[in-house]
């Protein structure tokens, strides 16, 4: 009986560690709608400037990810739109890997909406586009607080504009690294 209870005790001790270690740190999301390849041949029609940026970003990190920019039908677009929404920007997946609406994509369109983005910092529309390659590389919105992850909804945008090592962990995760 003693060591039964001994026994119980154990796993409740194990299992506070696993949920006070958990919740002290923003935890990437998967999403499942992100591209097939983390290799993107992008058109970029228009990146409100900050394309080059974004890319640098993501090619900083430690993950297979490449962004190469192309032309032609088969490749993903980035535009800029005057839109009235309340998104600074947007992912939408297309050429999806099963039954065409579902699964991972085959390439992408990331809208960014120039009513909200046209009189913000280079730095803050440069964390916009890299957030919304964060959704083409299989990570979803975060909404946990702290600058955290770059797909936090309440992170501050004019200073965190790269991928965190968490969001590099749900890439990783994601490709199979
Ligand atoms: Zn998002």
Redesign the pocket.
């Given at each position: 009986m003693h060591r039964m209870i001994k026994t119980i005790c154990i796993i409740v001790v194990v299992c506070l560690l696993f949920a006070t270690s958990g919740a002290s740190a923003a935890q990437y999301i998967y999403y499942d709608s992100g591209l097939r390849s983390p290799i993107v041949v992008v058109n970029v029609i228009d990146a409100m400037g900050v394309f080059g940026i974004a890319q640098t970003k993501w090619h900083n990190t430690n993950t297979c990810v490449q962004i190469v920019q192309g032309t032609g039908n088969d490749v993903s677009t980035i535009v800029a739109e005057n839109l009235a929404s309340s998104?600074y920007?947007?992912?939408t997946p297309l050429s999806r890997e099963h039954l065409f609406f579902w699964g991972r994509a085959y390439k992408c369109k990331i809208t960014l909406n120039t009513q909200l983005l046209a009189n913000k910092s280079a730095t803050f529309r440069a964390s916009v586009l890299v957030?919304?390659f964060?959704?083409a590389f299989c990570l979803?919105?975060n909404p946990s607080s702290g600058n955290l992850s770059i797909?936090n909804y309440d992170r501050d945008r004019n200073y965190l504009s790269w991928p965190t090592t968490d969001d590099i962990a749900g890439v990783n995760y994601a490709y199979g690294e």
């Open positions: 998104w920007g947007c992912y957030h919304e964060g959704h979803d919105d797909m």
